[in-house]
């Protein structure tokens, strides 16, 4: 896998980085299950992240992957099981107070908003910290104005460590995939999450936009120190960046552990790196 | 200028910044387009900068007479840190950021450089490696922190802790750095700037202050800039145009330098910032004229049609207007119409709107691409000069821009022809040495101070110097008169039907020449006349063809006859080649450049025939097909006289 | 070709941020206002300040006003009679219950009061999309008309059910009543406009407006990046409905000066909607474009036959009106299904790379 | 006090005490709701098939209407005067599918949405260009007077308009289940590369779609314009037929009907039992009300399947 090979030199540095730096338990996922009409998704899983890691979620196509990350964010609500943030519990909570609480989220299909540039996508991730009133904002007189500056200001620096300064004011439609991958990126940065799910970052991407990819999420986590949860199949690049690995498999949790434990599981192995890919 | 004259007292790069500082405190002093804007540095501002940065280096120990690598793309921090190392009386070094680690360890090496400020990480890495070569660098500043986060190496520094230190400093040593400042005088060495020799490794080239700053106040003085000039800060800051445009003549002028965003943003930068004072090498020119034909194929017929008619407008009149040559009022009203219609919006979504003053020096440029630029009513002009001259040796005057000369000499320089018809010059702008290299000095630089530039050239009638060849190429015909053989090439090359062409005469009689025609050009020409060939070979040999290259070679004739110098390398005889001369054949160079030596052997008999008046030759030359399969190509090669005009009395320039 | 912007760099955000970056689009607006203002006044007769001035500066209002809501947050309504309705009964009434109170306090009290009964419609938005949505509006539309159709007390129990305004004034000058100088409405009605204009561009341009595109673009992914769905939506049926109500307001005092509820059927929203899928959804100057077209249009057909030197019988116009009107409608979404305000946009563009076609 | 006395006790007072009038009133509503339901079918039909939320099915009942009651009054037997208009019902449907539709294939549904409300103005100008504005009676020799069943009195006519209207239904579904185009339609509404594979082209399906609609909105027309007579407020009778549609849900045919159902049953009973409390006329906006209040509890309407949403 050439991905891993390119990266190895950018991991050791990285890796030395985490050795100092993960901290304690931010998110407990206590035996969540989930089931739509019947169909179950997600039977009795837990797992903790830890502070400043990147923690990786693999398994097979249907594993329920996503909707563990639905469930993080609170776009599922689970019938079982609750999640304890920042050492609240809750049991299910609406995506958007979920967001307005630290946990940011890029999506497998490309979720921007298409009629707007990539620079006002990316000002959207601000909009939870944007106080003004509207009628501040119909007269754009004084606290409103520096307000949309400030955070126009933050935004560009974000633009800038994403690379994207090119497109800035295209709208996000014309951009190719990998663009818009970064921007979406960018959105989610923009709202300084101290959790962010990534689902499939890397999905139908080539060699040259992966690579840039795994450099922009391992620099994020080194210069930002967020938290990260990823779903990836590239199991290369799992291996390479992420700290520890969490494998599903039928809502099923197989194993939890550092990628060289879990290379070493026999479950994994069977239920999954087994599996062709 | 009397806005200079001010600035004459100040004899260094640091005092001058003292001054713009007081006088013009708001005056903006640099631009980086950045985070989407352009970050602006006011004089006032960019003084505190350099004065923050200089108190750091020297609180790490920088001391008068060190030298300062700096490695990375024009950025304001980068040009800060080189008025930094003057100001405490060292000097900067600005080095190819491409340049690979090898070159880059040598020059490091050499200079024994103690200090080097880069821009980012890949420098940073970059200079890491080379380390262990270079004993004496001590100091690493890197102007960016992205991803240096886990270096942990004391010997790095951030940019901003070096000045947060240098602030600290100053507060304790109030009046040093001024102290430092006043040390410095106009013969102290400015900068050093490694030239990459054709052959060699690199030498060192010493600039004082005073070759620096008087060389870019007589050329600003000459062409009137002043403070409100806007350039862009794009090419590297190791060549030394841009240490004379970016920071010689912007402290003499106190204008504004602009640092575009990147690479690849420097067209889309150039449209927004529209600069006034520009500098291009020619294929800039060049590739921004093809695009510009490119885009316009594109659009709508009628637009087009437009497009060319106002152009051609331009072609006629354009240039006379720019000179101010009288025209009449008719063509005058034309051009401005033209002027709303193509001209002026043209070179807005160019971004040449502002432009007051271009240049372009380097290789020659194209005269058709020069006199499109000055037919939209750019200013553009070429200039001759080297880092030896601290850039300026000739410039073009205002109202004199010739497409085939390199101007005049530039104030305050002097130029001399040696009798190979080399180019030497004298003036306040020659380097002082190359470093560590005494003979390889001696070897350029006279000791009454005249330097060689190894260019062979000539005065023409309104006193421009004309470069006409590498001064070892040229040759003598046997009564003496001096023959620049690429001269008389390139001038046959200037018509469209002549692709090639080979000129002999060094040690004979007369000048003769081969002649490779232009397969596209002339069998265009051919269809137009109706003129039905079966390929190269008998295209070449039509007699028609040979009328058509006969009328070339003849108003070369005309041309070179008008110049006592040159009138004896008038063409007396040609002959029109059966192949095109190539690369494969082992004819050309790849990069298309004839080789006498051996074409002298292969078609030693063609030559003869070119001298010994038969008027044909019989040819046989193996050839390597496209696919690489060998074959011989043969022919009788037809021999002409051209017309040639009596060397003694020279006649008036035709045309 | 008119744009000079090599030279035209931007040093600060607010300056990157602002309405028009361009020099010369900011020159054109000004020269625009300067035209509305001081010539149009001068040469512009009675008949086309009632007939064309008026009436399309008071629809621009309610086509801002749906604009925001549809165009930027994406909520179809076809409540817009409705809204304008109740918009001008709630003038009505203020202006009849407080004599002296200000007209311009009179509108944006109306204005108000309109924003609450759009908060009250939009309520649906959260559980019901699309066109679901768009019907839920229609409620709004018929409910309302009925409720001042029936309760006498909205018309001051006036036998005809037909409301008339009372003859206010601004700076002494009459701007409503039979006093009113047609110059005074229409100067009173610009400004107006004009003001409400910025404020909706400042709006769609601050970080409710982000919000508004982003709920219309993907609401699930909005809602997950933090915005708050209620809210925001409730938020743009607020400000449109204030929109919508000032125009109705305006539309009964200044327009017609006497109205009833019928005058704000069905159709008035059909109008006002065609108005700015023909202007351009999700853009400001797109509300005034389509507005300008629809007033424009029927006053046209109306004409046509006599220009062309025929005589139709009237009701035959009529027909024939609303046969080519619904003809060119679909013509219009055809050609250009994103309406005038992109046509201008390819314009500007073109202009902006003379002589260079992209 | 009154007022609320007279709103929530004194209906409940009159049903208790009139049962049997009640009762009449029920289903004549249930019976006018019938005709409400034939509207909403011309929607749900285009609405399944091309997604196309068609404002102009009022429009067609008019048109539809107009030529009906045209032909008629110029002698054409009603039979003939069917096939004739019906012609043109298919004829209009063609030229839609081809002059509007065509060219805007994947445009925003509000796009073709305002479409069709220009097609509505194009219908009623076109409609009363040929056959003028006044009103035209319709007489299809079916008695208004009502007829008794056990004690309870129902209007012959809104009889035979349920019976036509079902056996409309009736035909439909045969329609839909059995015969290929039927099913291809079906699939259309699934997705359209379902449709295709079945090997009819969207073109004609969307064209028989029309057409189909405009057959439903021709029966719907004749019912109306024997029962109010042929003029332009039929048009409006569209209107009516949207809150059925909240009711019952885009898709589902069965939801138009039961939902028409109770649409029809509910104003009804509220125009007779209620109005008098709110001051009558509320027919314009009960139905509104009624669909509106119904969504805040199921936003999928009736029949909708429960929608779960996937990112």
Redesign the interface.
């Known amino acids: 896998m050439s991905v891993v090979a390119d990266l190895t030199d950018i991991n050791q540095a990285s890796a030395a980085a985490h050795a100092r730096r993960i901290g304690d338990v931010v998110l407990s996922v206590q035996n969540i299950s989930l089931s739509f009409g019947g169909v179950r998704a997600l039977t009795n899983i837990s797992f903790d992240v830890r502070e400043h890691e990147v923690l990786a979620i693999i398994g097979p196509n249907g594993a329920g992957k996503s909707s563990m990350l639905n469930v993080i964010n609170g776009f599922y609500h689970p019938q079982e099981g609750k999640i304890i943030h920042k050492g609240v519990e809750r049991k299910s909570m609406r995506p958007h107070e979920a967001a307005r609480r630290g946990i940011a989220r890029t999506f497998q299909n490309i979720a921007l908003f298409k009629g707007m540039s990539a620079l006002d996508n990316i000002m959207t991730g601000r909009n939870t910290m944007m106080k003004s009133n509207i009628l501040a904002q119909a007269l754009y007189f004084g606290p409103a104005r520096r307000e949309e500056m400030e955070h126009r200001k933050f935004c560009e620096h974000i633009i800038d460590f994403l690379e994207i300064e090119a497109v800035r004011k295209t709208p996000v439609g014309r951009l190719p995939y990998g663009m818009q991958k970064r921007v979406e990126l960018g959105r989610a940065l923009a709202a300084q999450p101290d959790i962010l799910l990534l689902d499939e970052p890397m999905a139908g991407m080539n060699v040259e936009e992966k690579e840039d990819m795994c450099r922009f999420i391992l620099d994020v986590n080194n210069e930002f120190g967020t938290t990260m949860v990823l779903i990836e199949h590239d199991m290369g690049v799992v291996m390479d960046i992420s700290d520890r690995v969490v494998v599903l498999d039928y809502g099923r949790k197989l194993a939890d552990g550092t990628p060289d434990a879990v290379r070493a599981n026999q479950e994994v192995i069977d239920a999954y790196l087994g599996v062709s890919h | 200028m009397a806005g200079l004259t001010t600035t004459r007292a100040m004899d260094t790069l640091p005092k001058l910044l003292k001054h713009h500082a007081q006088v013009r405190p708001n005056h903006p002093a640099m631009?980086e387009?950045?985070?989407?804007?352009?970050?602006?540095w006011s004089w006032s501002q960019v003084h505190d900068e350099i004065m923050a940065f200089a108190a750091g280096l020297s609180a790490l120990g920088f001391k008068r007479g060190d030298t300062l690598a700096i490695v990375g793309d024009n950025r304001p921090q980068l040009y800060w840190a080189m008025a930094a190392a003057q100001t405490l009386g060292g000097t900067p070094i600005p080095v190819y950021q491409d340049s690979v680690a090898k070159e880059m360890a040598f020059v490091l090496q050499h200079a024994e450089v103690r200090f080097a400020v880069v821009e980012n990480q890949e420098q940073v890495d970059k200079l890491i490696e080379i380390m262990p070569d270079c004993p004496a660098l001590k100091t690493l500043v890197y102007k960016d922190p992205?991803?240096l986060?886990?270096y942990a190496m004391d010997f790095l520094h951030a940019y901003t802790e070096v000045q947060d230190t240098g602030r600290e400093f100053i507060k304790a040593h109030p009046g040093f750095l001024d102290a430092e400042i006043a040390k410095g005088t106009g013969s102290d060495l400015g900068v050093m700037l490694y030239t990459s020799g054709t052959t060699g490794q690199p030498k060192g080239v010493m600039l004082s202050f005073d070759n620096i700053l008087i060389t870019a106040r007589n050329n600003a003085e000459m062409e009137g800039l002043g403070p409100d000039e806007?350039v862009l800060a794009y090419l590297p800051m190791a060549w030394v145009g841009d240490n004379i445009f970016s920071m010689g003549q912007a402290y003499v002028c106190g204008f504004t330098v602009n640092c575009a965003?990147?690479g690849?943003?420097v067209l889309t930068d150039m449209?927004?910032?529209?600069p006034t004072y520009f500098f291009a090498p020619p294929r800039i020119y060049e590739n921004i004229l093809t695009t510009?034909m490119i885009?316009?194929e594109?659009?709508?017929s009628w637009?087009r049609s437009?497009?060319k008619y106002f152009m051609d407008v331009a072609k006629r009149v354009g240039t006379r207007i720019l000179d101010g040559k009288p025209v009449s009022g008719m063509d005058r009203l034309k051009y401005a119409i033209g002027n709303?219609?193509?001209y002026?919006?043209?070179?807005?979504?160019?971004?040449?709107?502002?432009i007051r003053l271009a240049y372009t020096a380097g290789e020659a440029i194209g005269p058709e691409i020069f006199s499109f630029y000055r037919s939209l009513g750019m200013n553009i002009k070429q200039i001759y000069g080297s880092t030896e001259a601290s850039v300026f040796i000739c410039v073009q005057p205002n109202g004199e821009v010739y497409a085939d000369t390199v101007g005049k000499p530039a104030p305050e320089v002097e130029i001399r022809l040696a009798d190979n018809g080399e180019v030497q010059f004298k003036s306040p702008g020659v380097f002082q040495a190359y470093f560590k290299e005494p003979q390889k000095t001696a070897e350029e630089k006279t000791d009454d101070g005249w330097v060689h530039t190894g260019d062979a050239g000539i005065f023409d009638e309104n006193g421009h110097l004309k470069i006409i060849d590498r001064a070892k190429d040229v040759g003598h015909l046997n009564n003496g008169a001096m023959f620049p053989p690429k001269y008389v090439e390139n001038k046959l090359k200037f018509f469209p039907y002549i692709k090639e062409a080979v000129a002999f005469g060094n040690e004979r009689e007369s000048v003769a020449c081969f002649i490779n025609i232009d397969i596209e050009a002339v069998g265009n020409w051919a269809e137009r006349k109706g003129l039905a060939y079966s390929g190269f070979q008998d295209l070449a040999a039509r007699p028609e063809v040979y009328d058509l290259i006969l009328e070339c070679v003849n108003q070369v004739n005309d041309d070179l006859a008008v110049h006592p110098m040159l009138s004896g390398c008038q063409i007396h005889r040609f002959l029109i080649l059966h192949k095109e001369l190539d690369a494969d054949d082992g004819e050309l160079t790849r990069t298309r450049k004839v080789r006498r030596r051996f074409i002298a052997d292969r078609y030693a008999d063609q030559i003869n025939a070119l001298y010994d008046g038969r008027d044909s030759v019989y040819v046989s030359t193996e050839v390597t097909f496209e696919d690489g399969r060998k074959g011989t190509v043969s022919a009788d090669l037809r021999i002409r006289d051209a017309k040639v005009h009596k060397v003694a009395e020279p006649l008036r320039k035709a045309s | 070709m008119l744009y000079r912007e090599a030279g035209q760099f931007k040093t600060t955000y607010s300056a990157d941020q602002q309405i028009f970056p361009i020099l010369q689009d900011r020159i054109g607006f000004f020269i625009t206002l300067a035209v509305a203002f001081v010539v149009i006044p001068l040469f512009a007769g009675n008949y086309v300040t009632q007939t064309i001035l008026i009436p399309f500066l008071v629809l621009s209002i309610a086509a801002i006003g749906l604009n925001l809501l549809t165009g930027y947050a994406g909520q179809l309504s076809l409540g817009t009679g409705g809204f304008m309705a109740t918009g001008a009964f709630a003038a009505y009434k203020l202006a009849t219950s407080f004599p002296d109170l200000n007209i311009v306090f009179v509108f944006l009290a109306a204005g108000v009061i309109t924003a609450f009964v759009g908060i009250l419609f939009g309520i649906p938005s959260l559980r019901i999309k699309g066109f679901y949505l768009a019907v839920a509006t229609l409620a709004a539309q018929f409910f309302l008309l009925w409720l001042f159709n029936k309760v006498p007390w909205f018309t001051n129990y006036s036998a005809s059910g037909v409301i008339s305004a009372p003859p206010m004034s601004i700076f002494g000058y009459y701007v409503t009543g039979t006093a009113a100088s047609y110059t005074a409405k229409y100067l009173f009605l610009l400004t107006l406009v004009t003001l409400l204009a910025l404020a909706a561009k400042n709006m769609v341009r601050g970080h409710i407006g982000r919000a508004w595109m982003a709920v219309r673009d993907m609401d699930i992914a909005a809602e997950i990046i933090g915005i708050r769905p209620l809210h925001t939506k409730l938020a743009a049926f607020a400000i449109s409905s204030f929109y919508c109500g000032i125009a109705g307001a305006a539309w009964a005092f200044i327009y017609t000066g006497s109205v009833e509820p019928l005058a704000f059927s069905i159709d008035v929203s059909f109008k006002v909607l065609f108005m700015i899928i023909i202007g351009g959804l999700g853009s400001i100057l797109g509300s005034f474009l389509g507005a300008g077209f629809i007033i424009l249009l029927p006053i046209m057909l109306t004409n046509a036959p006599q220009l062309l030197g025929l005589n139709v019988p009237v009701d035959m116009i009529s027909h024939f009106e609303f046969m080519i009107f619904g003809v060119l409608i679909i013509f219009f979404l055809i050609v250009e299904p994103h309406g005038l305000a992109r046509l201008w946009q390819i314009g500007k563009e073109k202009l902006r790379l003379w002589p260079f076609p992209y | 006090m009154d007022f609320l006395y007279n709103l929530l006790i004194e209906p409940l007072v009159q049903i208790f005490t009139y049962p049997i009038f009640a009762l009449e009133v029920l289903i004549g509503g249930l019976l006018s709701g019938v005709m409400y339901s034939l509207v909403a079918l011309g929607f749900v039909l285009i609405f399944k098939a091309s997604g196309v939320f068609n404002f102009a099915q009022g429009a067609m009942v008019l048109f539809a209407a107009l030529f009906f009651a045209g032909f008629m009054d110029m002698g054409i037997p009603w039979y003939g005067a069917l096939v004739l208009t019906i012609a043109v019902m298919a004829l209009l449907a063609m030229t839609i599918e081809r002059a509007v539709l065509r060219p805007l294939v994947n445009q925003p549904h509000i796009i073709l949405f305002m479409a069709t409300i220009g097609i509505t103005y194009f219908l009623d100008g076109l409609g009363q260009t040929i056959w003028g504005s006044q009103v035209r009676v319709l007489d299809l020799g079916i008695p208004q007077s009502p007829m008794e069943f056990g004690g309870v009195q129902i209007n012959q006519f809104d009889v035979v308009a349920a019976v036509v209207a079902g056996t409309l239904v009736a035909v439909l579904a045969v329609f839909f289940q059995k015969t290929r185009i039927g099913r291809a339609l079906r699939a259309v509404a699934d997705d359209h590369q379902a449709a295709l594979s079945v090997g009819i082209p969207l073109k004609t399906i969307w064209a028989i779609v029309w057409t189909v609609a405009g057959l439903v909105g021709l029966v719907a027309g004749i019912m109306w314009g024997a029962k109010l007579g042929v003029q332009f407020s039929l048009a409006m009778v569209a209107l009516k037929a949207l809150p059925v549609l909240i009711l019952g849900g885009f898709t589902s045919i069965p939801g138009a009907i039961v939902g028409g159902l109770i649409i029809g049953a509910g104003e009804k009973l509220a125009e007779v039992f209620w109005s008098p409390a709110i001051g009558g006329g509320i027919e314009d906006w009960f139905a509104y009300m009624l669909a509106l209040a119904f969504l805040l509890f199921r936003p999928q309407g009736l029949f909708g399947e429960k929608i779960i949403e996937r990112v």
């Open positions: 631009r387009k950045d985070y989407g804007i352009w970050q602006s992205r991803g986060r886990d806007d965003e990147s690849e943003t449209r927004e910032l529209g510009v885009r316009m594109d659009a709508a637009k437009m497009f709303v219609l193509v002026a919006p043209l070179k807005n979504v160019l971004g040449f709107s502002r």
